[in-house]
C-alpha cells in the first residue's frame, strides 16, 4: 500500500499523485508510442479504432458523466465534426487548420443546441436528443449539395508539413497521430476536471439548486459542458471518417449514438478510464463475437441483432451489479490487492439510497 | 446606518395560498436572527425568496442596500449571501473538499480555455482557492473527511459540510435552514458554538430557520415568530417564548 | 374524400403510438423509470400473438390467443420489474434510460432468433375486408384500432377511478412515500404497473399486427411513440393519447402534402417545436422542485 505524504497544496493539482504513478503512465505512453514496432497492421488499425471510439467517448463522457446531461443524440456532432473536417479539407485548407476548426464548428453546434436544451431535463433531454440524431440523417439527406447525400464521400489524404498520412497506406501514421489526439483531449479533461469548471459541472450534476445557490450560473455550466463535449466529439467524428474512408449519411447512425452512451456506462461514468475501457468493449465486441461463432462452429452464419442483443445484455448485468462500470470494478481489486490481506468483503458494499426525485411535484 | 438585509410587505402566493403574507423584518449587520414557527408557516419560504429561487408576489427586499430582486438566483451568492438547505442538497458524488471549492465559484477568475490549458496562473488561483477552504476546514474540523466522498458521511458531518460549503463562499450574510435538525445533542452544542464563532470571529451576519428552543435562544440576538406566513411576534428569545400569541399558535387554542 | 381517407388511416396509426406512449406513461408515473423498450414490449406482443395464432406456428384460435398473449405479456412485465428494474431503486433516471434501451436491444435480438427477421402478419380476424363509405374506403382494421383504443382507453380509466388497485397505483404514482405509510404496497403495486403496460403493450401489438406485417425492428416505433407522449406530456394519460393521435395524423398528411425528405422529419420536428417551447409537453402544468 502506498502512502501519500502531503506536503503542499501543489500535491493535490498535480497531474499525478506521486512518482509510481507517473512513472506507470509514462510507461504506458511509451510502448503506446512504440506499438507499432511490435503490433502487425491490422491490430494498430484496432488500436486506433478503440482510441478513436475513446476520444468520442471522453467527449460525451464530459457531458453525461461529469455534467449529468444524458445526450442520446452524440452521432449528429460525431457527424458535424466529419463533415466539417473533410469539407474544409476539400476547400483547400490544410488538415492542422482544418481539424481544429471542425472540432470549434462542432463545438459551436454543440453549444447552439444547447441554449434550448438546457432547459430540458433527464427523459426530455434524452428525448430530444434521439430526436437530434434521427433528423441528423434526413439533414445530411435534405442537405445534398454539400454533404453528397446518399452517395456520401471518401475522406482525403492527410498531409502535415509534407508527410502524408492515411488509414490505409501508412497505418502507423495514421495511428500515431490518433494517439497524439487522444493524449491532449486526455489532457483538456484532466484539466477541467481539477479546475473551477470541473467543479461547477459536478455541481450541476449532483445538484442544481444548491449550484445556483452557489452562484453558478446553470444554463452556462450546461452550455460549457456542451459546448467542450461536442467539440471533443466533433474530432473523434473526424477521426472516424478518416478511418472509414468513406461515410454517408447512415455512417453516423442513431444506433452509434445509442451505443457510445452504453459504451461510457460499461466503462464507468464518471471517469477517463471508463471512456477507455468502454471503448475496448464496444471495438473488440465483434472480434471476440465471431470467434466465439467459430469456435461453436457457426462460422459465416450471419445473426443480425446478434451485437447490439449482446451488448445489451452485457449492459444491463453492468447496471445490475457494478453500476460504477468497469473502472469500479478495477478500482475494487486494486484497493484489494493494495489492502492485502486486510481487505473485508462489506468495504464496498452498496449504501441503500431513497428514490432521489428530480420530478417536479 | 441602513440595515444589512431588510424585506419589507413582502407576499408570495402558490395558487390560492398564501404562502408568506405582507412580511416585514430587517436583520442588522453582525447579528444572529431567528426564524421559528411552526411547519408550514412560511419558513423556509422566506430563505427561497431571499435565494431568489421565488419571486415575491409583492414587497420588496434589500440587501446592503442593493435591491435584491434585481438579481437572479445564481448572482444572490456574489453580493455575499450564502445559504443552507433544510434537506441537505450536496454534491453527493463528490469529496468534502471539491464541495468546498464549488463554494469559492464566485471567486473564480479563470476562463474556460485558461483552464482546459491549465496554465500558470490557474495553478495559483487553485492554489489560492485552496487556502481559502483549509481555513473553513480547520475552523469546523472536518480535517478527518477531506477527501471523503459525500455519499458515503453521516448525516451529522453532512450537516457540517453544507455549513462549510457556505463559508467557503466567503459570505456577509449567512442563511442557515435548521442546521440542527436530526442532529445529535452533541452535535447541536457543536453547531451552536460554531454559529456563535461565525459570528465573532469571522463577523458574518447569521439568520436562521430553526425549531430547536434551546438554540435558538442560546445564540440568537432576536427572533421573528411567524404562523401563517405573517408575522406574529418579534424581539429577544425571552420575550418571543413569553409572547401570548407565540404560546397559542404552538400549543394550539385549546390551550390559551 | 381524400382528406377523411388520410385522416381515417391517421388516426388508427395514432391509436397504435398513442397505446405505446400510454404504457410509458403509466410506469413512468408510477415508477419515474422511463422504460425506452415498450416499443420492443409491443412488438414482442405481437410475435407472441403471431406465435400462438399463426397457422405455421401453434394455430389457435385467435379469440383464445390474443387473450393468453395479453396475460403473457402483463407477466412478463410484471416479472422484469421483479427481477430487473425493482433493483435500480436510487440509481439515477439516466441507468434507467439506458438500461431500458439496452432491454430493447436484447427483446429484439431474441424475437428474431425465435420468429426470424422477415416480416410476418398476424392471421388476424380484424384484418379482414374493406368498408366503404361512399367513396371513402375505410380498412376493417383501421377501424377496429381505433374502436378497441377507445373501448380501452374507457376501461383504464374507470380502473383508475373505481377499483382499489387503480387507485393504489394512482397514489403510489403520486407520493410513493406518503402510499407506502398508508399502507399500500407500493413496490408490489409498481410491478402491477409494469404487468398492466406488458398488457398494454400486447393490445397496441395485435393492433399493430393486424394492420400490417411485423419484424423485430418494428419495436423501433416506440420512439415515435415516445415523441407522441412527449409532445402530449408526460405525466398524463390522455396526453399521451393526444400526443399520439396527433402524430398518427401528421404522418399521412406530412407524406401526402410535403416533398419527399421533408414527411418523414416532421415528427421529430414538432417534437423539438414543442420542447423548444413547451418544455413539458402540451398538456401539462410546470411545477418546480421543492427546497
Known amino acids: 500500500m502506498r502512502i501519500h505524504f502531503k506536503t503542499s497544496y501543489e500535491h493535490d493539482i498535480r497531474l499525478f499523485p506521486d512518482w509510481w504513478t507517473f512513472f506507470v503512465y509514462a510507461t504506458l505512453i511509451v510502448v503506446a508510442v512504440l506499438l507499432p514496432w511490435i503490433m502487425d497492421d491490422f491490430y494498430l488499425g484496432e488500436v486506433t479504432n478503440v482510441l478513436i471510439w475513446a476520444i468520442a467517448g471522453l467527449g460525451l463522457m464530459l457531458l453525461t458523466g461529469q455534467t449529468g446531461q444524458a445526450s442520446l443524440g452524440h452521432a449528429a456532432f460525431l457527424a458535424v465534426g466529419c463533415y466539417s473536417c473533410v469539407i474544409f479539407m476539400e476547400q483547400g485548407l490544410p488538415f492542422l487548420i482544418a481539424f481544429p476548426a471542425a472540432g470549434i464548428l462542432t463545438g459551436i453546434v454543440g453549444t447552439i443546441i444547447a441554449i434550448p436544451a438546457v432547459r430540458l431535463h433527464g427523459i426530455y433531454l434524452a428525448i430530444a436528443t434521439i430526436a437530434l440524431s434521427i433528423l441528423t440523417d434526413d439533414l445530411i439527406v435534405l442537405m445534398e449539395p454539400i454533404t453528397d447525400g446518399v452517395s456520401g464521400k471518401f475522406a482525403p489524404m492527410i498531409t502535415i508539413f509534407g508527410i502524408e498520412i492515411e488509414r490505409w497506406t501508412t497505418p502507423d501514421r495514421f495511428y500515431w497521430l490518433v494517439l497524439a489526439i487522444t493524449i491532449?483531449?486526455?489532457?483538456?479533461?484532466?484539466?477541467?476536471?481539477?479546475?473551477?469548471?470541473?467543479?461547477?459541472?459536478?455541481?450541476?450534476?449532483?445538484?442544481?439548486?444548491?449550484?445556483?445557490?452557489?452562484?453558478?450560473?446553470?444554463?452556462?455550466?450546461?452550455?460549457?459542458?456542451?459546448?467542450?463535449?461536442?467539440?471533443?466529439?466533433?474530432?473523434?467524428?473526424?477521426?472516424?471518417?478518416?478511418?472509414?474512408?468513406?461515410?454517408?449519411?447512415?455512417?453516423?447512425?442513431?444506433?452509434?449514438?445509442?451505443?457510445?452512451?452504453?459504451?461510457?456506462?460499461?466503462?464507468?461514468?464518471?471517469?477517463?478510464?471508463?471512456?477507455?475501457?468502454?471503448?475496448?468493449?464496444?471495438?473488440?465486441?465483434?472480434?471476440?463475437?465471431?470467434?466465439?461463432?467459430?469456435?461453436?462452429?457457426?462460422?459465416?452464419?450471419?445473426?443480425?441483432?446478434?451485437?447490439?442483443?449482446?451488448?445489451?445484455?452485457?449492459?444491463?448485468?453492468?447496471?445490475?451489479?457494478?453500476?460504477?462500470?468497469?473502472?469500479?470494478?478495477?478500482?475494487?481489486?486494486?484497493?484489494?490487492?493494495?489492502?492485502?490481506?486486510?481487505?473485508?468483503?462489506?468495504?464496498?458494499?452498496?449504501?441503500?439510497s431513497y428514490l432521489k426525485t428530480e420530478r417536479l411535484r | 446606518m441602513s440595515s444589512l438585509l431588510e424585506i419589507k410587505n413582502a407576499t408570495l402566493k402558490f395558487g390560492g395560498v398564501v404562502a408568506v403574507n405582507d412580511l416585514s423584518f430587517t436583520v442588522e449587520e453582525g447579528e444572529v436572527y431567528a426564524i421559528v414557527g411552526p411547519n408550514g408557516a412560511g419558513k423556509s419560504t422566506v430563505f427561497n425568496l431571499i435565494s431568489r429561487f421565488y419571486d415575491p408576489y409583492s414587497g420588496s427586499i434589500?440587501?446592503?442596500?442593493?435591491?435584491?430582486?434585481?438579481?437572479?438566483?445564481?448572482?444572490?451568492?456574489?453580493?455575499?449571501?450564502?445559504?443552507?438547505?433544510?434537506?441537505?442538497?450536496?454534491?453527493?458524488?463528490?469529496?468534502?473538499?471539491?464541495?468546498?471549492?464549488?463554494?469559492?465559484?464566485?471567486?473564480?477568475?479563470?476562463?474556460?480555455?485558461?483552464?482546459?490549458?491549465?496554465?500558470?496562473?490557474?495553478?495559483?488561483?487553485?492554489?489560492?482557492?485552496?487556502?481559502?477552504?483549509?481555513?473553513?476546514?480547520?475552523?469546523?474540523?472536518?480535517?478527518?473527511?477531506?477527501?471523503?466522498?459525500?455519499?458515503?458521511?453521516?448525516?451529522?458531518?453532512?450537516?457540517?459540510?453544507?455549513?462549510?460549503?457556505a463559508l467557503a463562499t466567503g459570505p456577509r450574510l449567512l442563511l442557515l435552514d435548521e442546521p440542527a435538525s436530526g442532529l445529535s445533542v452533541e452535535e447541536t452544542q457543536d453547531m451552536r458554538w460554531w454559529i456563535d464563532d461565525i459570528r465573532k470571529q469571522m463577523g458574518i451576519t447569521v439568520l436562521m430557520v430553526e425549531h430547536d428552543m434551546g438554540l435558538v435562544s442560546g445564540v440568537s440576538d432576536r427572533v421573528l415568530a411567524l404562523a401563517d406566513g405573517a408575522k406574529l411576534a418579534e424581539g429577544t428569545p425571552a420575550e418571543v417564548q413569553s409572547d401570548p400569541a407565540v404560546i397559542e399558535a404552538y400549543l394550539g387554542a385549546g390551550a390559551a | 374524400m381524400e382528406v377523411l381517407q388520410l385522416l381515417v388511416s391517421g388516426l388508427a396509426n395514432g391509436c397504435v403510438y398513442g397505446l405505446i406512449a400510454l404504457g410509458f406513461v403509466l410506469i413512468y408515473k408510477a415508477t419515474e423509470a422511463v422504460n425506452f423498450a415498450q416499443g420492443d414490449f409491443m412488438m414482442l406482443g405481437a410475435f407472441v400473438t403471431l406465435g400462438l395464432t399463426n397457422a405455421h406456428y401453434m394455430g389457435l384460435p385467435f379469440w383464445v390467443a390474443a387473450p393468453m398473449a395479453i396475460a403473457i405479456m402483463a407477466v412478463l412485465g410484471y416479472l422484469l420489474d421483479f427481477f430487473v428494474l425493482r433493483h435500480l431503486f436510487g440509481q439515477s433516471q439516466t441507468a434507467v434510460v439506458i438500461l431500458t434501451i439496452a432491454l430493447g436491444f436484447v427483446i429484439r435480438f431474441i424475437a428474431g432468433a425465435i420468429w426470424g427477421h422477415e416480416p410476418q402478419t398476424l392471421e388476424s380476424p380484424l384484418a379482414l375486408?374493406?368498408?366503404?363509405?361512399?367513396?371513402?374506403?375505410?380498412?376493417?382494421?383501421?377501424?377496429?384500432?381505433?374502436?378497441?383504443?377507445?373501448?380501452?382507453?374507457?376501461?383504464?380509466?374507470?380502473?383508475?377511478?373505481?377499483?382499489?388497485?387503480?387507485?393504489?397505483?394512482?397514489?403510489?404514482?403520486?407520493?410513493?412515500?406518503?402510499?407506502?405509510?398508508?399502507?399500500?404496497?407500493?413496490?408490489?403495486?409498481?410491478?402491477?404497473?409494469?404487468?398492466?403496460?406488458?398488457?398494454?403493450?400486447?393490445?397496441?401489438?395485435?393492433?399493430?399486427?393486424?394492420?400490417?406485417?411485423?419484424?423485430?425492428?418494428?419495436?423501433?416505433?416506440?420512439?415515435?411513440?415516445?415523441?407522441?407522449?412527449?409532445?402530449?406530456?408526460?405525466?398524463?394519460?390522455?396526453?399521451?393519447?393526444?400526443?399520439?393521435?396527433?402524430?398518427?395524423?401528421?404522418?399521412?398528411?406530412?407524406?401526402?402534402?410535403?416533398?419527399?425528405?421533408?414527411?418523414?422529419?416532421?415528427?421529430?420536428?414538432?417534437?423539438?417545436?414543442?420542447?423548444?417551447?413547451?418544455?413539458?409537453?402540451?398538456?401539462?402544468?410546470?411545477?418546480?422542485?421543492?427546497?
Open chain 1, 184 to 352: 491532449i483531449c486526455t489532457l483538456i479533461y484532466r484539466n477541467l476536471l481539477r479546475s473551477p469548471l470541473g467543479r461547477a459541472f459536478a455541481a450541476v450534476r449532483d445538484s442544481e439548486v444548491s449550484a445556483t445557490a452557489m452562484g453558478v450560473h446553470i444554463a452556462r455550466t450546461k452550455a460549457a459542458s456542451f459546448g467542450i463535449s461536442c467539440g471533443i466529439t466533433g474530432l473523434a467524428g473526424a477521426l472516424m471518417g478518416f478511418y472509414a474512408g468513406a461515410f454517408n449519411n447512415e455512417t453516423f447512425s442513431i444506433v452509434i449514438s445509442i451505443t457510445l452512451l452504453m459504451m461510457i456506462v460499461i466503462g464507468g461514468l464518471g471517469s477517463i478510464h471508463g471512456a477507455f475501457f468502454g471503448a475496448v468493449v464496444v471495438a473488440y465486441l465483434p472480434q471476440f463475437l465471431s470467434i466465439a461463432k467459430d469456435a461453436i462452429g457457426g462460422g459465416g452464419v450471419a445473426i443480425p441483432g446478434l451485437e447490439t442483443g449482446v451488448f445489451g445484455a452485457i449492459l444491463i448485468l453492468f447496471i445490475l451489479f457494478e453500476p460504477m462500470g468497469i473502472y469500479g470494478r478495477w478500482m475494487k481489486i486494486r484497493i484489494w490487492f493494495e489492502l492485502f490481506p486486510f481487505a473485508r468483503k462489506d468495504m464496498f458494499k452498496r449504501q441503500k
Open chain 2, 62 to 165: 434589500t440587501f446592503d442596500g442593493k435591491n435584491l430582486l434585481d438579481r437572479n438566483a445564481d448572482q444572490v451568492a456574489d453580493l455575499g449571501i450564502a445559504r443552507t438547505f433544510q434537506n441537505i442538497e450536496l454534491f453527493d458524488h463528490a469529496t468534502v473538499l471539491q464541495n468546498l471549492l464549488v463554494g469559492r465559484h464566485r471567486h473564480r477568475r479563470t476562463t474556460m480555455l485558461e483552464e482546459m490549458l491549465f496554465t500558470p496562473r490557474v495553478r495559483r488561483e487553485e492554489k489560492r482557492h485552496r487556502e481559502a477552504v483549509e481555513e473553513v476546514i480547520d475552523f469546523l474540523d472536518l480535517q478527518p473527511y477531506r477527501n471523503k466522498m459525500i455519499a458515503g458521511l453521516p448525516y451529522g458531518v453532512r450537516k457540517v459540510v453544507e455549513v462549510g460549503r
Open chain 3, 129 to 291: 375486408g374493406d368498408i366503404r363509405l361512399g367513396g371513402v374506403v375505410l380498412g376493417m382494421a383501421d377501424v377496429a384500432v381505433i374502436v378497441v383504443t377507445v373501448l380501452l382507453t374507457i376501461f383504464l380509466y374507470q380502473f383508475f377511478q373505481r377499483t382499489k388497485l387503480g387507485l393504489a397505483m394512482q397514489a403510489a404514482s403520486q407520493n410513493q412515500m406518503a402510499a407506502y405509510f398508508m399502507g399500500v404496497p407500493v413496490k408490489r403495486v409498481q410491478g402491477m404497473i409494469w404487468g398492466l403496460s406488458g398488457a398494454v403493450a400486447a393490445v397496441a401489438g395485435i393492433l399493430f399486427a393486424s394492420k400490417g406485417a411485423i419484424d423485430p425492428n418494428a419495436g423501433l416505433l416506440g420512439i415515435k411513440a415516445f415523441a407522441a407522449a412527449v409532445i402530449g406530456g408526460f405525466g398524463s394519460l390522455p396526453g399521451a393519447l393526444a400526443g399520439g393521435l396527433i402524430v398518427g395524423v401528421i404522418e399521412p398528411f406530412a407524406s401526402r402534402y410535403l416533398a419527399a425528405g421533408y414527411s418523414q422529419i416532421a415528427p421529430y420536428a414538432l417534437l423539438l417545436f414543442v420542447l423548444v417551447f413547451r418544455p413539458h409537453g402540451l398538456f401539462s402544468q410546470v411545477r418546480t422542485k421543492k427546497v
